[in-house]
């Protein structure tokens, strides 16, 4: 069916032999492009229609058509949000009606492209495809088509409530997740317009853009959308037991006490309030993805088991210094390393407490570096390498970023080392966006992400880029290439890891990977 559908917008989409003409015609209508020298930028480009009135909180329905030439020149509004995703970002204008992706594409194809979808971070709270570090430029210039999208978030994209589970017909939340997948239904429908290839697309996402790829590969709404996958820092993949408030009968609990903090009885009472007002009260309680019949069946672990997963080629990967950009360490001391690691996470079993030792105040920051390192990515990313080694056909790479960009000084949570968010700069080949003291490293670690990153976008391999060899990840003698510093590989299987392992599996009950009885 996805087949017949591809074939029948490309019949539609008016595609000149070269992409870099600058009006190219879509489903909805044509679209005039921005020239960018060695490419061609389509911005704020609509591929659903406003989700707002009686549209707010309803799955996204498609754009409506506009006649004669559109202006896509500019970017449209970042959706509904408070406060920026990195430390530095000026807060961006936003607007409900926001569900609007970008295009950029090489000057000149000979062929059609491989096609890249980005799906930024934030928390499922912020974020904004009009960031200057998002921009697809250099990456296309290395011959991909690039696609930015935006999708719900907060209380406007993942907002359950029993109200809404009754109208959608069991199930509520997710708005934002069914928004990804619209942009990549408009993207399979459309980007032959662009010069891409609709049978070659790559999902690649930081963070909650991570995330949702995690997800995003074991919903069965979004299968047959993508050939490729890379998840930079972030999968959810944790029992469910350590994270209740993904179940939608809990999610619900949180969206009914929400609506009472605003006020509201009803969702007729929230739909009414202006768009601004949804971020006061307990807005921060539905901020996240819901485990729900429709879009999300099962948990990424327990749909790998089931082996009810998009199993394609995919990439993952954790920075080496996480938590740095995430926890200010600057105040920890080897006297209040466990008060802080209490007051931020509660009583943690004893296993898990001491596997990070230190004896002095400069090795307990470090290891409340990597402690929220592991905890928040570091395992997470090594149990999905795992579970596609062991369950899927296809291979899937494992790297490590370790290069320390020269980040400005003065701000201990933004000016030390790999730490959250750190690799974007290379992985966009964009260090030129900032006048820091880049390093002849810095730029071939820049150099060799990006072509890591396009060749795998073109052949799922992302050995074709003419760099230091990255073997396939597999369980049997996993190595993790390093990303700046040696390029060396590594070994992930450090003992905290293994800890990680032994404590879920106790909530669990059963072994890493095992199937139930």
């Known amino acids: ?32 492009g921005v020239d960018r020298g060695r490419s061609v930028a389509y911005l704020g480009v609509p ?28 970017f449209a509004p970042a959706c509904m949000q408070r406060g920026v995703s990195m430390p530095g970002e000026t807060p961006p204008t936003t607007s409900e ?66 109200e809404l589970t009754a109208e959608g017909g069991g199930s509520s939340g997710n708005y934002g997740l069914r928004d990804q997948i619209a942009a990549l239904t408009w ?18 996402g930081q963070s909650a853009g991570a995330m949702s790829i995690s997800l995003l590969m074991t919903s069965p709404q979004a299968r047959g959308l993508f050939e490729r996958a890379i998840a930079q820092s972030g999968g959810v993949f944790e029992p469910l037991q350590l994270a209740p408030q993904y179940l939608l009968a809990n999610a619900e609990h949180d969206g009914v006490r929400y609506a009472a903090s605003l006020g509201a009885n009803s969702i007729a009472a929230l739909r009414a309030l202006p768009a601004d007002r949804l971020l006061d009260g307990e807005a921060g309680r539905v901020s996240h993805p819901v485990i729900e019949p429709v ?3 099962r948990a990424p672990y327990d749909a790998y088991l089931a082996h009810h997963f998009a199993d394609v080629p995919l990439i993952v990967g954790v920075n080496a210094e996480e938590g740095r950009s995430l926890v200010d360490v600057s105040g920890v001391t080897a006297a209040n390393y466990a008060a802080g690691i209490r007051d931020t996470w509660g009583e943690l079993p004893p296993a898990l407490s001491g596997a990070y030792p230190f004896t002095t105040d400069a090795e307990a920051q470090q290891a409340r570096v990597a402690f929220e390192t592991d905890l928040r990515f570091g395992w997470d990313m090594w149990a999905w390498a795992r579970l596609h080694a062991q369950e899927a ?61 396009t060749s795998f976008a073109r052949t799922g391999d992302p050995n074709e880029a003419h760099q230091a060899p990255w073997p396939r990840f597999v369980n049997d003698h996993p190595q993790v290439l390093e990303l700046g510093r040696s390029s060396a590989l590594v070994a992930p299987l450090t003992p905290q890891l293994r800890v990680f392992d032994s404590v879920y599996a106790a909530v669990r009950g059963r072994p890493f990977g095992s199937r139930e009885e």
Not at 2 to 26: P, Y
């Open 1 to 32: 069916m996805i087949g017949k559908l591809i074939a029948a917008a490309c019949a539609l989409a008016l595609h000149t032999s070269t992409a870099g003409a600058q009006v190219v015609a879509v489903e909805q209508g044509r679209l005039h």
């Open 47 to 74: 591929y659903a229609a406003p989700p707002v009135g009686q549209l707010r909180w309803r799955p996204p329905i498609p754009a409506l058509r506009w006649s004669g030439v559109r202006n896509a020149s500019s």
């Open 97 to 162: 009606d926001c569900l609007y992706l970008n295009v950029w594409t090489p000057r000149r194809i000979g062929r059609r492209a491989p096609v890249m979808v980005w799906i930024h971070g934030g928390g499922y709270a912020n974020g904004s495809t009009a960031m200057p570090l998002y921009a697809g430029d250099n990456l296309a210039r290395r011959g991909v088509v690039v696609v930015s999208i935006a999708y719900r978030l907060g209380p406007f994209g993942f907002l359950a409530h029993p």
């Open 187 to 204: 993207v399979k429908r459309n980007i032959a317009a662009f010069g891409g290839d609709p049978n070659n697309v790559t999902v690649f």
């Open 295 to 297: 879009v999300l069946p």
């Open 393 to 453: 056909s296809h291979s899937v790479y494992y790297y490590q970023f370790a290069q320390r960009p020269p980040f400005p000084s003065g701000n201990v949570r933004f000016g030390w080392g790999a730490s959250h968010f750190a690799e974007l700069w290379y992985m966009f080949d964009h260090l030129d966006q900032e006048a820091w003291a880049w390093s002849a490293a810095d730029r071939a670690t820049a150099n060799a992400m990006a072509s890591y990153w």
